[in-house]
Structures are given as C-alpha cells and as structure tokens.
C-alpha cells in the first residue's frame, strides 16, 4: 500500500538545515494499522505529510499503491489526496464558519460528487460516528470529542483507502481518546489502513503494529527486532 | 462547482466585514456613476460645434481716447485695413464676442403686438462680412448687403427691417418650417423683420444658456463709445496675423486702447468651470474607486490570513490551488454584486436629488450599468493577486501550525 524508501526530508532556513527524515524507509501493507511513536521533534509528523503528499521530500522514493508519486503536479496530488486518503488531526481542523453537514462536504464537492451523493455520503458517515442529530451544528457547539468525530467522519466520507492520523487523542481526554480508539478501530476492522502518530503507549499498543521514529529514522531497535523476526521466520 | 451554499453561510457569520465592503462598494457606485453623468454631460457640453472655425479667430475690442470721434469713418477705415492684412480670409464689426459670455438677448415673436410667450434670443448687431468671418454656414436665403445695413446713434430708434437667424431660431419661431421671408417682431412691437438668411447654427454668447443657438443677427452699426471686430486667419496663420492685426491698428490710429485676443482663448475662459468640473471630478472618480480597490486588497488579505490554517486544511482535503483561488474570488465577487446593487438603488435615489436640486442631467441606465460593471471588474482585480497568493498556502499548514 505504501512504501518508502530512502526518504530524506530537510527544512531550510537561513541559518540551520534541519533534516527531519533521513533514509527513512518503511512498508505499510493494505488493512494494517500501524502506530508510530518517537520523541517530539523526531519527524513522525513529517512521516506523515510525506504520506500524504502534503509535503514532498528532499530525495528518496515513495510508493502509493505502486506508484510512484514524487512526479505528480499539484492538481494530480490534490486528486490522490482527496480519493484515496483521509486526514485527522490533533486539532480537528474543522471549519469553524461550516456546519457539521457542510464540513464533512467539503471533500465531497471537490471529489466532484452531485448533490444526491454526497447527502447520502454525508448522512450515512455522520450515522457511523453518532452525530446524526448535530448535522446543523457548528463545530463550536460540540465537545472536543465530538468534533474529532466529525473530522474523522469528513475523512471517512470520501471512502478512502488510507487513513492518516496525526495525535488524534492528543487534545482529548482519556475517556474521549478511547471511544476516539475505538473509532478507528472499528475503521479499520472494515478494510481502511491506518497509520497513527500517538503518543500514548496504551493507544500504541493496540494496534497492529508500532514504528518507532528517533532522529528522522526508524529506530535502530526496531529494524533489529525485525531482522531478528525475519531470521527465524 | 461553485460551492455558493457554504460560502455565504461563511460569509453570513462574517457579515459585519462583508457588509462594509458592500457598503462602501454601493456608496463609491452611487458617487461614480453620478458623477460619470455630470463628467460625460460637461465633455458633451464642451464638444458641441459653436458654428465657427474658433481656432482661426481673432476678437478686437477698442476705445478711442478721443471724445468726439468718428466712429463710423474709423470702422471702415479699421474693416479696410483688416481685410488688407495678409493671411486674413476676412473681418466684421460686431456688437458683442461670440461665446464670451457678454451679449444681448430680447424676446420675439412670430406675430405683432404680444405681451407674453415668444421665444428668447441672443441677438448681435453685425455688417455684410459676418457670415464669412464667423465661418458660418448659410443654408437659406441670403446674406446681409451693403443696403440693408443701418448707422445709427446709441439713443436713436432704430428700425432694422431685415435679420438672418440661426436654424434653432428659425424653428423656434416657426416650429412648421418655412420661416424664411417671415417675419418676427419685438414684444409689443408692431415693425415686422423679414428673415432674410437662415445659417446653420452659432452658439452665441453664453455656453452654459438653456437657449444657447437662439441666435439673431441684425444689419447695423450703432456709434457707441467702443466697437468690436472679429478677424479671421487663414488655418494655421492665426498667430501671425494676430501680431499684424494689433501693429498695423495701432499704426492707424495710435489714440485708442486696444485689447486683441484670440476667440479659443475666450471659449476656454467660458468653459474654464466645465473644465475645472471634468477634472475634480475625474480626480474624485478615480480617487474613490483607487481607496475601495485598496480596502478591497486589505480585507482578502486579512481574510486569507485569518484563514490560513483553514485553507490549508481544504488542500489537505484535495483542493486544488484553482479552488482555493476561486473561493476567494467568487466570495469577493458576491460581496462587490451584493455591494454594486445596493449601489444602484442608492445612485438613482441620489441622482434624483441632484436633478431636481441641482438641475444636474438623470443617470441612465447604460451609464449606471456600466460603472457597475467597472467597479466589479475593479473588486475582482483587487482581490486576484491575494486570491492567487492564498494558494501557495501549503497543505501542510494543516497539520503544522496549531
Ligand atoms: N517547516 C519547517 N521548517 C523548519 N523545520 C521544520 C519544519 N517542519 C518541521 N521542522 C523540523 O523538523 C523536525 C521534525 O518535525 P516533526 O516532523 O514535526 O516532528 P514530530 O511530529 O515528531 O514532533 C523538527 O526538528 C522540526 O523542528
Ligand atoms: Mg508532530
């Protein structure tokens, strides 16, 4: 589903280069659910723009479904973006101005769907995560928790294949991270890959899989453990 | 897809901003248009024909110092000696300077003895060589001849029997046509003058009279204490012979004060308000619509920047770098229809002052139509470059800044 190779990915600014990935290689297979932990600073929020195509990197190659994606223009990687890839963010990112129902449209309409379509889309997903009753709402008029859902509902919306999450519990309460979990895994048990940045080692735990990133790579321990695997396999 | 729906419910929870640029769009099209009209009405003004080859003529005025001076003997001596200098096409005496705002007007009539109603007209007391030097164009009857003209003292009743007038005149007085051979008469009067000659047009003394084209002129000379000529150049001699016309009248007859100047000059002098009217406007015109096109910038940019995190997020979610410029554009160009058309209701409401106080011309519809049109292309303008910057935005933005 994704694969990375060799990434390297460096910021720039007038006095410091500050390589934020370097020969960062990793394989997210279809349907996995993959948390990534590390330090603050150590790139997993880079790992992810990367894999979102939010970001390009600085060298190496990256894969999605196969394809190499380094070469796309920006209206072909808007494209990608809005079919095959979900967003969630630590801080929601809802729309302050829209309502519940116009949020979760917005990558609906430039997905191009009609309108029939996306009420039907919008609907089912507001179902999904419980807020069916608050499709009028504005986003300041729900609780953290619930805007998370609606944003992972925006992100469900559009079917995607591949959902990205950036610290979705960070700003939520231990009660509200859960159901948050629960969510997504759910999610994931119909089909929809994950990748996690989180920084809470029980969330971690329950996935399928962690990654741990230290200074822009994946770490050492890591690739031994998997070595070591691989060797007895 | 325009998504106009959750762009003006955006819009609506940021009314107040949007409204003010709507306000001051409606107030700078309710300023424009108007004074478009009053602009567009004073060049229309200013570009009417006079009848005359105006940057050709020359307009004398004297006064002899003498007090018992003959008048009659030193016009056709001063004619003479006009009509001998090279490069003059020809001169007349006049009473009064066409378009320099001195001149006489009287009420006549197309049948005698009236009291009330008749037809205003400005009115010149000239010789046989008028039509010639003035450049005007006969298109009825004939021209004035030596036998018609009239000298007479200033206090003396003088009885002109015959007059040429100009086609406005003409239908003033006889709205059916056929006013050549008729005649008219003064109020109260019972003398009847023929109109001999019918001339296309003059636009007389004053530019800014309601009548201004009522002209009439009459065969006569009258000895007052001071006289006018009018000298025509050939095209492009004027200056020339301008510099000999005032030598060669001071050679003849040193004892007079003497005042030349060209006729373009009096005609600016009698538009000089018009002018200055064009310019303030203009200046207040584009003055307006530059501070509007700069409040215009600073509120997309300040949106934008408000929004930054937000647009970030819309190419996170598959927005393109177009969507996000058209976004701006589009809410920008319903703020300026919003704006415009409130603007059109106040313009017509404020022309209808200014026509009824200020006699100013009615707005109409093309005019309003068209500074509306401007004032959008202007708004969309203003808003294009921070519309086009607000797409460099990064998607990254969205999960970057907090
Ligand atoms: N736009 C940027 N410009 C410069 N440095 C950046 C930029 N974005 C991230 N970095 C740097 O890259 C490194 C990795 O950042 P990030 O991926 O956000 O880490 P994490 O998400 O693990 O906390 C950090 O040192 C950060 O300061
Ligand atoms: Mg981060």
Same mark, same amino acid.
């Given at each position: 589903m994704l694969k990375m190779h060799?990434?390297?990915?460096?910021?720039?600014? &007038?006095?410091?280069?500050?390589?934020?990935? !370097?020969?960062? /290689?990793?394989?997210? =297979? @279809?349907?996995?659910?993959?948390?990534?932990?590390?330090?603050?600073?150590?790139?997993?929020?880079?790992?992810?723009?990367?894999?979102?195509?939010?970001?390009?990197?600085?060298?190496?190659?990256?894969?999605?479904?196969? &394809?190499?994606?380094?070469?796309?223009?920006? !209206?072909?990687? /808007?494209?990608?973006? =809005? @079919?095959?890839?979900?967003?969630?963010?630590?801080?929601?990112?809802?729309?302050?101005?829209?309502?519940?129902?116009?949020?979760?449209?917005?990558?609906?309409r430039y997905r191009g769907f009609n309108s029939k379509e996306r009420r039907r889309r919008i609907e089912k997903v507001l179902e999904q995560v419980g807020l069916s009753a608050r499709a009028k709402h504005l986003p300041s008029q729900l609780s953290g928790g619930q805007q998370q859902r609606v944003a992972i509902a925006r992100a469900l919306a559009g079917e995607p294949r591949f959902l990205l999450a950036d610290e979705p519990t960070g700003n939520l309460d231990s009660l509200m991270a859960r159901q948050v979990m629960e969510l997504l895994e759910f999610i994931n048990e119909w089909g929809t890959t994950i990748v996690m940045v989180t920084h809470d080692p029980d969330l971690a735990r329950r996935a399928h899989r962690n990654i741990q990133i230290v200074d822009g790579q994946v770490s050492d321990l890591q690739r031994a453990v998997a070595a070591a695997e691989a060797a007895t396999a | 897809m325009l998504e106009l729906k959750p762009m003006l419910s955006a819009l609506w929870r940021n009314k107040i901003s949007a409204m003010l640029i709507?306000?001051?769009?409606?107030?700078?099209?309710?300023?424009?248009?108007?004074?478009?009209?009053?602009?567009?009405?004073?060049?229309?003004?200013?570009?009417?024909?006079?009848?005359?080859?105006?940057?050709?003529?020359?307009?004398?005025?004297?006064?002899?110092?003498?007090?018992?001076?003959?008048?009659?003997?030193?016009?056709?001596?001063?004619?003479?000696?006009?009509?001998?200098?090279?490069?003059?096409v020809d001169a007349t005496h006049t009473n009064q300077i066409p378009v320099s705002g001195s001149g006489s007007a009287s009420v006549f009539h197309n049948q005698p003895n009236q009291e009330i109603g008749g037809e205003v007209s400005n009115y010149y007391e000239t010789g046989p060589h008028f039509i010639q030097t003035l450049g005007m164009n006969l298109v009825a009857g004939r021209n004035f001849t030596p036998a018609d003209m009239q000298v007479v003292q200033p206090n003396e009743d003088s009885r002109t029997r015959v007059a040429i007038i100009t086609r406005q005149m003409a239908d003033a007085l006889y709205p059916d046509g056929n006013a050549l051979g008729k005649s008219f008469y003064n109020s109260n009067g019972t003398d009847p003058v023929e109109i001999v000659g019918i001339v296309e047009r003059h636009l007389g003394a004053w530019v800014s009279w309601s009548k201004a084209g009522n002209v009439i002129f009459f065969p006569r000379l009258v000895e007052t204490n001071f006289k006018r000529y009018m000298v025509r150049a050939e095209p492009g001699r004027r200056d020339e012979v301008l510099k000999a016309v005032e030598k060669q009248l001071a050679e003849r007859d040193p004892q007079r004060v003497m005042h030349i100047e060209t006729l373009a000059e009096r005609l600016e002098r009698s538009y000089m308000s018009d002018n200055v009217m064009v310019k303030v406007l203009s200046a207040v015109v584009t003055l307006l619509t530059f501070i509007v096109a700069l409040g215009i910038v600073g509120l997309t940019v300040f949106w934008i920047n408000q929004r930054r995190k937000q647009i970030g997020v819309r190419r996170a979610l598959g927005a393109t770098r177009l969507n996000i410029s058209r976004y701006f554009l589009v809410e920008n160009t319903l703020i300026a229809i919003t704006g415009v058309a409130l603007g059109m209701a106040g313009a017509q409401i404020a022309n209808h002052f200014m026509v009824s106080s200020y006699s100013q011309p009615a707005l109409s519809l093309p005019v309003l139509l068209v500074c509306a049109l401007i004032l959008v292309s202007v708004s969309l303008a203003a808003a294009l470059v921070p519309a086009l910057r607000a797409a460099n935005i990064s998607p990254a933005t969205a999960t970057r800044s907090v």
């Open positions: 060799n990434i390297r990915k460096s910021y720039r600014t &007038d006095t410091i280069e500050t390589h934020a990935l !370097r020969d960062f /290689s990793l394989e997210v =297979n @279809e349907g996995e659910f993959v948390s990534v932990t590390g330090p603050s600073g150590s790139g997993k929020t880079t790992f992810l723009n990367i894999a979102g195509m939010l970001e390009t990197p600085t060298g190496g190659e990256y894969l999605l479904d196969g &394809d190499n994606v380094s070469h796309l223009n920006d !209206r072909q990687r /808007s494209r990608l973006r =809005n @079919e095959k890839i979900g967003f969630i963010f630590q801080g929601f990112n809802l729309i302050p101005d829209l309502n519940l129902f116009d949020n979760i449209d917005v990558p609906l | 709507a306000l001051q769009l409606a107030l700078t099209l309710a300023i424009v248009s108007n004074a478009s009209i009053i602009v567009q009405d004073r060049i229309e003004k200013m570009a009417r024909p006079t009848g005359m080859p105006v940057e050709d003529l020359i307009a004398v005025t004297f006064q002899p110092i003498a007090q018992d001076y003959d008048m009659h003997g030193a016009v056709l001596a001063d004619l003479d000696l006009l009509r001998s200098i090279p490069g003059v």
